[in-house]
């Protein structure tokens, strides 16, 4: 697939937050969250004009590019020239995660296996890995209301989100968000590693749960863990990896 490249026609901040977001694209499809075309990871461009960018619908996550990325408005209408359509509907979440949050920059929704799987358990994710008491401090819940395809939705959506960084959508998948790519993607390497330890230990007999007394203390132990760089420790390392994948991402 051969797009034109769109660095010389855009602002270098806004090449850069394309460059991030497709990156995140062909990481979330390396290793193996990607739901064929369906999902989406959505940046807001800085400014005051509350546009968007996200993928063009009907590309697989591994196909795309820093300019086959689409910018869009807060309803999703095409605000740049593309032969691919985008998805409206699928927006819906990312909009009103963007609308209700002036601090965040990046959302980033999956449906794997392992996250549609907790979702669906009543206990939700539980305290039984070191990735989890990461994960629990900053965790919320959304109840499924069916396909969220109902702006009436959106609401009970923000409000059950509030101030968290995860959120698991019953019967549905995750949900991260940060704000920045790179947050907003090692949340989520976080939280599907969580649950995926947990549908593994769940097959192999009685849990240990891990000490209350224990999460009390993770916000200071996060920071200590990632020498105060936040996901900025291992996003430089992701970006290497990619590129010796295949770094035409970057075009």
């Not at 461009?45 to 619908?57: A, D, M, V």
């Amino acid at each position: 697939m051969n797009v034109p490249s769109l660095k010389d026609q855009v602002s270098p901040e806004e090449w850069r937050a394309r460059v991030d977001l497709a990156a995140a694209y062909r990481l979330v499809a390396l290793y193996g969250w990607s739901d064929l075309v369906f999902t989406h990871i959505s940046v807001r461009i800085r400014g005051p004009e509350h546009h968007f960018l996200i993928n063009p619908y009907g590309l697989m996550f591994d196909e795309i590019t820093a300019s086959s990325l689409i910018k869009v408005d807060q309803q999703c209408h095409k605000l740049s020239d593309s032969p691919f359509p985008v998805n409206p509907a699928g927006f819906t979440i990312h909009s009103c995660i963007h609308a209700g949050r002036a601090d965040v920059g990046c959302v980033l929704h999956t449906h794997s296996r392992a996250g549609v799987a907790v979702s669906a358990q009543k206990c939700g994710l539980l305290p039984i890995s070191q990735q989890s008491t990461f994960v629990l401090p900053q965790l919320a819940y959304h109840d499924y209301e069916g396909v969220a395809l109902r702006a009436e939705e959106q609401p009970r959506l923000q409000a059950d989100l509030g101030d968290k960084t995860f959120l698991i959508l019953r019967n549905h998948g995750l949900a991260t968000i940060g704000a920045t790519v790179s947050d907003a993607f090692l949340a989520m390497y976080t939280l599907e590693s969580a649950c995926a330890i947990q549908i593994s230990a769940q097959a192999g007999g009685e849990l240990i749960f891990i000490d209350a007394k224990i999460m009390e203390t993770m916000p200071a132990v996060i920071a200590m863990v990632t020498k105060g760089q936040g996901a900025g420790i291992a996003w430089p390392a992701l970006l290497r990896k990619l590129d010796r994948v295949d770094p035409s991402y970057r075009s």
